[in-house]
Protein backbone atom coordinates (compact mmCIF):
# COMPACT_ATOMS: atom_id res chain seq x y z
CA UNK A 1 0.00 0.00 0.00
CA UNK A 2 2.60 2.49 0.98
CA UNK A 3 4.61 1.57 -2.59
CA UNK A 4 1.33 2.83 -4.48
CA UNK A 5 0.76 5.99 -2.12
CA UNK A 6 4.97 6.59 -3.03
CA UNK A 7 4.54 5.77 -6.84
CA UNK A 8 1.11 8.62 -6.90
CA UNK A 9 3.39 11.30 -4.76
CA UNK A 10 6.04 11.06 -7.47
CA UNK A 11 3.62 10.69 -10.32
CA UNK A 12 2.27 13.99 -9.30
CA UNK A 13 6.06 15.58 -8.16
CA UNK A 14 6.87 14.60 -12.03
CA UNK A 15 3.79 15.99 -13.60
CA UNK A 16 4.09 19.38 -11.47
CA UNK A 17 7.18 20.21 -12.48
CA UNK A 18 6.72 19.35 -16.15
CA UNK A 19 3.94 21.64 -15.73
CA UNK A 20 6.00 24.28 -13.91
CA UNK A 21 8.70 24.66 -16.47
CA UNK A 22 6.27 24.93 -19.29
CA UNK A 23 5.28 28.67 -18.03
CA UNK A 24 6.08 31.34 -20.24
CA UNK A 25 9.60 32.95 -18.96
CA UNK A 26 11.69 36.18 -19.49
CA UNK A 27 15.46 35.68 -20.01
CA UNK A 28 18.24 38.25 -19.58
CA UNK A 29 20.99 37.11 -22.69
CA UNK A 30 23.22 39.75 -21.17
CA UNK A 31 23.44 41.68 -18.26
CA UNK A 32 20.86 42.87 -15.93
CA UNK A 33 19.03 45.66 -17.31
CA UNK A 34 19.47 48.78 -15.62
CA UNK A 35 17.12 51.01 -14.31
CA UNK A 36 16.27 53.70 -16.55
CA UNK A 37 18.36 52.26 -19.27
CA UNK A 38 17.02 50.17 -21.77
CA UNK A 39 17.45 46.10 -21.90
CA UNK A 40 17.33 43.17 -23.95
CA UNK A 41 14.84 40.15 -22.91
CA UNK A 42 14.13 36.78 -24.22
CA UNK A 43 10.43 35.60 -24.04
CA UNK A 44 10.40 31.64 -24.01
CA UNK A 45 6.79 30.69 -25.23
CA UNK A 46 6.11 26.94 -24.82
CA UNK A 47 2.92 25.12 -26.41
CA UNK A 48 1.37 22.21 -24.19
CA UNK A 49 -2.09 22.60 -25.88
CA UNK A 50 -3.42 20.84 -28.67
CA UNK A 51 -3.74 23.51 -31.21
CA UNK A 52 -1.09 25.40 -32.29
CA UNK A 53 -0.30 28.57 -30.85
CA UNK A 54 -0.49 31.30 -34.25
CA UNK A 55 -0.10 34.71 -32.35
CA UNK A 56 1.69 35.64 -29.09
CA UNK A 57 0.90 38.99 -27.40
CA UNK A 58 3.20 41.22 -24.26
CA UNK A 59 1.26 43.67 -22.77
CA UNK A 60 3.62 46.57 -21.92
CA UNK A 61 1.99 49.01 -19.29
CA UNK A 62 2.18 52.59 -19.76
CA UNK A 63 2.66 53.15 -16.25
CA UNK A 64 6.27 52.30 -17.03
CA UNK A 65 6.70 55.33 -19.66
CA UNK A 66 8.82 52.70 -21.98
CA UNK A 67 8.96 54.67 -25.68
CA UNK A 68 11.51 52.47 -27.09
CA UNK A 69 10.54 48.28 -28.46
CA UNK A 70 12.74 46.92 -30.81
CA UNK A 71 11.90 42.84 -31.87
CA UNK A 72 13.84 40.56 -33.16
CA UNK A 73 13.24 39.10 -36.43
CA UNK A 74 11.45 35.25 -35.87
CA UNK A 75 11.83 33.34 -39.13
CA UNK A 76 8.15 32.57 -40.09
CA UNK A 77 6.44 35.64 -37.66
CA UNK A 78 5.40 39.17 -38.49
CA UNK A 79 6.15 41.54 -35.38
CA UNK A 80 4.11 44.87 -34.38
CA UNK A 81 4.48 47.53 -32.02
CA UNK A 82 1.60 49.45 -30.79
CA UNK A 83 1.54 52.57 -29.21
CA UNK A 84 -0.46 54.66 -27.08
CA UNK A 85 -0.46 58.51 -25.97
CA UNK A 86 2.58 60.25 -26.27
CA UNK A 87 4.46 57.18 -28.12
CA UNK A 88 4.17 55.05 -25.03
CA UNK A 89 4.60 51.49 -25.89
CA UNK A 90 1.65 49.26 -25.08
CA UNK A 91 1.49 46.25 -27.10
CA UNK A 92 4.14 43.96 -28.81
CA UNK A 93 2.32 41.18 -30.92
CA UNK A 94 4.47 38.48 -33.17
CA UNK A 95 1.91 36.57 -35.26
CA UNK A 96 2.70 33.59 -37.05
CA UNK A 97 2.35 33.42 -41.34
CA UNK A 98 0.76 30.31 -42.77
CA UNK A 99 2.25 27.00 -41.84
CA UNK A 100 4.76 28.48 -39.39
CA UNK A 101 3.00 28.25 -36.22
CA UNK A 102 4.22 26.97 -32.97
CA UNK A 103 3.11 23.30 -33.37
CA UNK A 104 0.97 21.66 -30.08
CA UNK A 105 1.99 19.52 -27.63
CA UNK A 106 4.79 19.39 -25.40
CA UNK A 107 7.89 19.39 -27.42
CA UNK A 108 8.23 22.46 -28.83
CA UNK A 109 8.98 26.29 -27.70
CA UNK A 110 9.53 29.17 -29.28
CA UNK A 111 11.88 32.48 -28.66
CA UNK A 112 11.11 35.98 -28.85
CA UNK A 113 13.88 38.57 -28.41
CA UNK A 114 13.05 41.88 -27.58
CA UNK A 115 14.61 45.53 -26.26
CA UNK A 116 12.91 47.60 -24.14
CA UNK A 117 13.59 51.31 -22.40
CA UNK A 118 13.90 53.79 -21.26
CA UNK A 119 13.17 51.12 -18.59
CA UNK A 120 11.24 52.78 -14.92
CA UNK A 121 13.74 54.40 -12.87
CA UNK A 122 11.90 53.51 -9.88
CA UNK A 123 10.80 49.92 -10.17
CA UNK A 124 12.61 47.00 -9.53
CA UNK A 125 10.87 45.33 -11.78
CA UNK A 126 8.60 44.96 -14.78
CA UNK A 127 6.11 42.55 -15.14
CA UNK A 128 5.10 41.95 -18.89
CA UNK A 129 1.55 39.89 -18.96
CA UNK A 130 1.54 37.78 -22.06
CA UNK A 131 -1.15 36.14 -24.17
CA UNK A 132 -1.02 32.70 -26.10
CA UNK A 133 -3.72 32.71 -29.07
CA UNK A 134 -4.11 29.30 -30.38
CA UNK A 135 -5.78 28.03 -33.78
CA UNK A 136 -8.85 26.51 -32.20
CA UNK A 137 -9.67 30.58 -31.35
CA UNK A 138 -9.19 29.78 -27.30
CA UNK A 139 -6.41 31.72 -25.44
CA UNK A 140 -3.98 30.98 -22.48
CA UNK A 141 -3.31 33.77 -20.37
CA UNK A 142 -0.01 34.24 -18.59
CA UNK A 143 -1.01 37.25 -16.19
CA UNK A 144 -0.61 36.18 -12.71
CA UNK A 145 -3.88 33.71 -12.30
CA UNK A 146 -3.18 30.47 -10.58
CA UNK A 147 -0.82 28.45 -12.16
CA UNK A 148 0.07 30.62 -14.95
CA UNK A 149 2.78 33.55 -14.12
CA UNK A 150 3.00 36.49 -15.86
CA UNK A 151 6.81 36.97 -17.21
CA UNK A 152 9.26 39.37 -14.81
CA UNK A 153 12.16 41.29 -15.91
CA UNK A 154 14.39 42.35 -12.58
CA UNK A 155 16.37 45.52 -12.67
CA UNK A 156 19.47 46.17 -11.66
CA UNK A 157 20.52 49.75 -9.67
CA UNK A 158 22.07 52.30 -12.27
CA UNK A 159 25.40 52.49 -13.11
CA UNK A 160 26.09 55.19 -15.31
CA UNK A 161 27.62 53.09 -18.03
CA UNK A 162 24.42 51.61 -19.94
CA UNK A 163 23.08 53.14 -22.98
CA UNK A 164 22.21 56.89 -21.15
CA UNK A 165 25.31 57.50 -19.25
CA UNK A 166 26.19 60.39 -17.27
CA UNK A 167 27.33 63.95 -18.69
CA UNK A 168 31.05 64.05 -17.99
CA UNK A 169 31.92 66.17 -15.78
CA UNK A 170 34.73 69.05 -15.27
CA UNK A 171 37.10 66.68 -13.49
CA UNK A 172 36.40 64.19 -16.46
CA UNK A 173 37.77 66.72 -18.50
CA UNK A 174 41.60 66.90 -20.05
CA UNK A 175 42.42 70.22 -18.83
CA UNK A 176 46.10 70.09 -19.93
CA UNK A 177 45.42 69.17 -23.51
CA UNK A 178 42.73 71.87 -23.79
CA UNK A 179 45.25 74.45 -22.14
CA UNK A 180 48.15 73.11 -24.62
CA UNK A 181 45.81 73.51 -27.54
CA UNK A 182 44.66 77.12 -27.04
CA UNK A 183 48.46 78.27 -25.77
CA UNK A 184 48.94 76.60 -29.54
CA UNK A 185 46.20 78.62 -31.19
CA UNK A 186 47.26 81.84 -29.07
CA UNK A 187 50.83 81.30 -30.66
CA UNK A 188 49.88 80.13 -34.07
CA UNK A 189 47.31 83.81 -34.36
CA UNK A 190 50.28 86.26 -32.50
CA UNK A 191 52.21 84.86 -35.36
CA UNK A 192 49.97 85.32 -38.35
CA UNK A 193 49.14 88.97 -36.85
CA UNK A 194 53.32 90.02 -36.60
CA UNK A 195 53.48 88.61 -40.25
CA UNK A 196 50.84 91.24 -41.51
CA UNK A 197 52.22 93.79 -39.62
CA UNK A 198 55.73 93.05 -41.59
CA UNK A 199 54.17 92.94 -45.04
CA UNK A 200 52.28 96.75 -44.22
CA UNK A 201 56.09 98.12 -43.03
CA UNK A 202 57.75 96.76 -46.35
Known sequence: MLTKLFACLAFLFVLGAGTASAHVT???PDSPPEKGGHGTVVLRVP???TPSTTRFEVTVSPAFGITTARTRPVPGW???VLRGDGGVVTTVVWTARTENELPGGNEHYEDFGLTLGPLPADA?????P???FLADGSEVRWDDQPGRPAPVI????ASG???HAALATASDVPWGAVITLLAVGLLVAVGGVVLIRRKGIS
Open 124 to 128: DRVVL
Open 154 to 157: ALAE
Open 26 to 28: AHV
Open 47 to 49: NEE
Open 78 to 80: DAA
Open 130 to 132: ATQ
Open 161 to 163: HGH
